[in-house]
């Protein structure tokens, strides 16, 4: 096989794999935040309009490490950002995971990360409709027309565990 063959079928395998990868980007509409609407909250604070403005959704769960660091983050972005412009929302998802749903390890998750933004429980239903969300955590950045400006999803055996603040701040700020 010619070095030149050998170059051109890696580029088509490379080419394959990116586009089996893929995901068609997300469009945040009104069944979006219907769907968010219509989940039971976590804490006290209710979730917003979210029209014509960023939003930022991500999935967690109280026994996630990487989910407290990203808290961590949301809160300075909620510092920095009036809610008029940035909503944001927390998804409980993988709560039960290993059959040990705990109220309590909820209670001490939210008195040390101390969320500024909505929390709801997460469903089957709302995570198929972002596509499937099989990770935690698991964040989207929406630009202001509803569409999908940034992802992260924390993979199994990856150094980069949650998004970081500066990371999100590059984000909303090339966003606003």
């Given at each position: 096989?010619?070095?030149?063959t050998?170059?051109?079928?890696?580029?088509?395998?490379?080419?394959?794999?990116?586009?089996?990868?893929?995901?068609?980007?997300l469009?945040f509409?009104?069944?979006?935040?219907?769907?968010?609407?219509?989940?039971?909250?976590?804490?006290?604070?209710?979730?917003?309009?979210?029209?014509?403005?960023?939003?930022?959704?991500?999935?967690?769960?109280?026994?996630?490490?990487?989910?407290?660091?990203?808290?961590?983050?949301?809160?300075a972005?909620?510092?920095?950002?009036?809610?008029?412009?940035?909503?944001?929302?927390?998804?409980?998802?993988?709560?039960?995971?290993?059959?040990?749903?705990?109220g309590?390890?909820?209670?001490r998750?939210?008195?040390?990360?101390?969320?500024?933004?909505?929390?709801?429980?997460?469903?089957?239903?709302?995570?198929?409709?972002?596509?499937?969300?099989?990770?935690?955590?698991?964040?989207?950045?929406?630009?202001?027309?509803?569409?999908?400006?940034?992802?992260?999803?924390h993979?199994?055996?990856?150094?980069?565990?949650?998004?970081?603040?500066?990371?999100?701040?590059?984000?909303?700020?090339?966003?606003?």
């Amino acid at each position: 096989m010619s070095m030149r063959t050998l170059i051109f079928t890696f580029a088509l395998l490379v080419g394959l794999q990116t586009t089996a990868d893929a995901r068609a980007p997300l469009q945040f509409d009104e069944s979006f935040h219907n769907a968010l609407s219509a989940l039971p909250t976590i804490g006290s604070q209710p979730l917003g309009d979210t029209e014509r403005k960023i939003v930022i959704v991500t999935f967690f769960a109280s026994w996630c490490p990487p989910c407290r660091w990203e808290f961590k983050s949301l809160n300075a972005v909620r510092e920095r950002y009036d809610e008029k412009d940035v909503a944001i929302v927390a998804v409980n998802w993988f709560e039960d995971w290993g059959n040990y749903k705990s109220g309590k390890r909820m209670q001490r998750f939210l008195a040390s990360t101390k969320p500024q933004f909505p929390l709801v429980e997460g469903t089957k239903t709302l995570t198929d409709k972002f596509g499937g969300v099989d990770r935690i955590p698991t964040l989207f950045v929406f630009d202001r027309n509803g569409r999908e400006a940034f992802s992260f999803v924390h993979l199994q055996g990856a150094e980069k565990m949650h998004v970081e603040t500066d990371e999100l701040i590059g984000v909303l700020d090339a966003l606003q």
